[in-house]
């Protein structure tokens, strides 16, 4: 039978290139034990598995986006101007507003 050699050294450098290796390779590992304050390698963080970490990323990413969206009042136009409050303006404000962009657009680029 063979002898084996055994060295019980690891490098100085080795734990430190692990971990960033780790975290480019895993960055929902990383995300989810930064949210759950959980230690790597940790009893923790051993008995979760990396789906149900994936599963959790989603989530979080499904519902931010659902938070920015706003509740619908019907009978304002709200839905077609998610990005600006338009209907929040008066009449008059509104009239000025779309005056300044009409007088912005170049409309020689539309002339047939």
Known sequence: MPNRIVINY?????????MY??????PIDRWWRQKHKIAFNSAAHRE?????????F???LTFAKAD???DY????SQW????????LLTEE???AKYKKEFESMDLSQYND
């Open 93 to 95: 404000e509104r009239l």
């Open 68 to 70: 920015t969206i706003r």
């Open 73 to 76: 009042t019907p009978n304002i």
């Open 48 to 56: 979760v598995s990396f789906l149900d970490m994936r599963f959790e």
């Open 10 to 18: 690891i490098d100085k450098d080795y734990v430190k290139d692990f």
């Open 80 to 87: 077609l101007n998610q990005e600006e409050e338009d209907y």
């Open 58 to 60: 989603e989530e979080e």
């Open 21 to 26: 290796e780790w975290n480019e390779r895993f």
